[in-house]
């Protein structure tokens, strides 16, 4: 079985050192250095803006310093790494305070794309149109209010929008469209969310429960050659062999974990699979700063990458 190696775990510690932001630094300590949750949340308190709400390049695609629902969720992934949950901290207060002034929000929940985008270095799916705004909110809103189920009052009226949110949500995975892999990562955690507060009694997760696995197994992608550019990978989904839907996808994990391995970049981290393609040429600059933080990443870079071979023992 393959390992990656102390000294190849060493040369990325050292990167990430010289490239990271304080932000991906933070939680690379927290991972890998028994780093205090408290240096994650002061490097992460310094997106949040005056209305709770978070902005400010925290999403490395997109540089609006306003606040957005995405770039909002964001903080809440990396909250949620870091085991948080103190409802009382001003960061989570901030953000409840956001998600209640009922910004950027529709009828059918937050939007993926607001209209301050277009002013700023962005990816060309950042693009503000009143069709794209929607596209991709599915995830968002999901994400959204499993936050708030967690952290809201619940007398509040924001956790009964939470509530009406969250049945809607229900009712349209039962809906025979396709799925982006963002919108099947939100279910994920909705469904995770219901069962383990307890929620089973106000909403019925049963058709969900039994059906999602179906849509991950079909959403993974299964040709490694695809892997090189912007593709679900088994990791998007199974982060650990307790996940849900190991089983099946043993051997599919195991390919990902090898090409991980073959893949690093010499004395480095891994580069990334996506461009910002029609918008290159107008931030190039951006684009090679967003691209640089884009290697630490929690998710999508190193520590991500990281956590995912230290969860199937693939760390000399």
């Given amino acids: 079985m393959k390992k990656l190696s102390k000294q190849a775990f060493e040369e ?44 400010n390049a925290l999403e490395a695609d997109c540089w609006n ?3 957005s629902p995405y770039t909002t969720l964001s903080a809440i992934g990396k ?26 929000c529709v009828e059918s929940g937050w939007l993926f794309s607001i209209p301050s985008n277009n002013g700023y270095p962005h990816a060309p799916w950042w693009n503000y149109d ?9 995830g968002v809103t999901a994400g959204l209010v499993c936050f708030v189920l ?6 509040s009226a924001l956790y009964a929008k939470a509530l009406a949110l969250a049945e809607n949500l229900l009712a349209k995975f039962k809906e025979p469209d396709n799925k982006d892999d963002m919108g099947l990562d939100g279910y994920c955690k909705l469904l995770e969310t219901v069962n ?35 593709s679900v990978r088994p990791s998007g989904f199974i982060k650990s062999p307790d996940s849900p839907f190991y089983k099946g996808n043993e051997d599919i994990v195991e390919t990902e974990l090898d090409y991980l391995i073959d893949t690093r970049q010499e004395k480095g981290v891994w580069g ?22 884009w290697k630490s990443d929690l998710d999508m870079g190193a520590i991500g990458k990281l956590k995912f071979l230290r969860a199937f023992s693939r760390l000399e």
């Avoid at 429960?209 to 490694?224: E, L, M, S, T, Y």
Wanted: a negative charge; proline letters at 2%.
């Fill in 65 to 67: 310093p306003s606040s």
């Fill in 79 to 104: 909250l949620s790494a870091v085991g948080f949950t103190d409802a009382s901290h001003p960061i989570a207060r901030g953000i409840l305070r956001y998600l209640g002034s009922g910004a950027h």
């Fill in 12 to 55: 990325m510690r050292l990167w990430v050192y010289r490239n990271a932001r304080q932000i991906e630094l933070a939680l690379w300590q927290y991972e890998f250095e028994n780093g205090s949750t408290e240096a994650v949340l002061s490097a992460l308190s310094h997106y949040q803006n005056d209305d709770g709400g978070f902005g």
């Fill in 130 to 138: 009143t069709s794209a705004a929607e596209v991709g909110h599915t």
């Fill in 150 to 155: 967690r952290f809201a009052e619940k007398g």
């Fill in 196 to 230: 383990q507060l307890g929620l089973t009694d106000r909403l019925d997760v049963t058709y969900l429960a039994a059906n999602i696995k179906k849509h991950v197994d079909g959403a993974i992608v299964r040709d490694v050659v695809q892997w090189s550019d912007y």
């Fill in 272 to 293: 990334i699979t996506w461009q910002w393609w029609d918008n290159y040429e107008k931030y190039p600059k951006a684009f090679a700063i967003a691209e640089n933080w």
